[in-house]
């Protein structure tokens, strides 16, 4: 009588299908993603039923955060460069190439205009530190100033005006907020956008 | 026999060649590491939920020359002011106001209803009613962004973004402590 063969299965599975699908995310992701500069200053923005994605091209963004600091941004890198060149000459302040990349990589302005030279020359972990904000008071508004700087620097450089849009903390107290309101209606900005999370609209309503 | 050339090529039989059969697997062993690694990190890194834009307009400045505003009935009016820990503080109209509490979760039901009355009041006119927010100093930005939400969620086209009088507020005051709201 012959012995009874033991079938023997192969242990190796096909992993093919798997090795596929993940190249495919990789390549998914790999083209979705937009690298960032760091940010100086982190936010938790309120969410909205607005269902208008905010632009990703030449714009504005004014941030405060909840201890008060306003933080100004811009988006394009020769805007940026030119913006670092007006307030040189502006405020008799003298930039070198250096600074000027620097300045062109930067994601956030976060300090008052005269600190700017000194506050370019630490380091990436040490501008976060040293922040104290753009001081937007009535007595000494460098938000408003830097505002038209940075409109013009941006016709100057890339042709395009900026949209402004405004982005605060959640849990940011509103005379921050009025504040920068009052800063953008004496710059005779009346309409902009506020930067919110999605939400989903109320399905039940009368 | 002569010494091999070219690896095993001349073997066995004479006359006969024996290529050496290639095994077509390669090992994609650490390719494929390396891939995950990759999604991993990409997966990770990416935001997918982009931003929202939310439009407002304010008023513009009011210049000193220019012509006093226009005078509009009192009933048309809610006062919406939003105070601190969420509450928001309403009256309507300008005489003797009586003031109200209400929330985030009920403030909509009252737009609603007092937009109903008003319309029926003024049954001729568009969009009578008018929604005036004031936010006082103690709320918070959360406050602001959720209030002017509530204008598009109630589809209220009429709405103003006003500072508080000195007045409003202490009427505020009164009515906190009357209520013994604590701050």
Known sequence: MPKAKIHRKSTSID????????????????????????????????????????PN???????????????????KKPAKIQLLKDIGQKYDLAFDEKEMKEFGMLADIGVPIRNLKQWLSLSVEDRKKNCPGIPCDSTDNQLAELLTMARKASIAATGADLRIAVKGDRKASAPTFKKVIATLQSKKINKFNLITEGEAKPQSLK | MSAEVGGGEKRGKKGKK???????????????????????????????????????????????????????????????LVGEKDRIYWYQGTENPEMQLNDFTNIRHTIFEKRKICEQKFPNQK?????????????????????????????????????????EIEMLEKYRVAAGLSL
């Open chain 1, 15 to 54: 992993m093919t299908p798997m090795v596929d699908l993940a190249f495919l995310l990789i390549t998914f992701f790999m083209l979705t993603i937009k690298f960032r500069p760091p940010e100086n200053v982190k936010v938790i923005t309120p969410s909205s039923v607005a269902e208008v994605k905010i």
């Open chain 1, 57 to 75: 091209e030449n714009i504005l963004i004014i941030t405060f955060d909840t201890t008060g600091r306003v933080f100004l941004s811009i988006d």
């Open chain 2, 18 to 80: 024996r290529t050496k059969k290639m095994n077509p697997r390669i090992d994609m062993t650490p390719m494929v590491d390396l891939g995950f690694l990759l999604l991993t990190f990409f997966v990770l890194t990416t935001t997918l939920a982009t931003p929202t834009a939310m439009p407002i307009i304010i008023p513009a400045k009011v210049d000193n020359n220019d012509p006093p505003p226009d005078k509009i009935a009192s009933s048309k009016v809610i006062t919406l």
């Open chain 2, 127 to 167: 969009d009578p009613f008018i929604v005036i927010i004031k936010i006082t100093d103690k709320a918070n930005y959360k406050n602001v962004v959720d209030i002017l939400d509530e204008m598009t969620i109630t589809s209220q086209k009429k709405y103003a973004l006003v500072e508080p009088t000195a007045v």
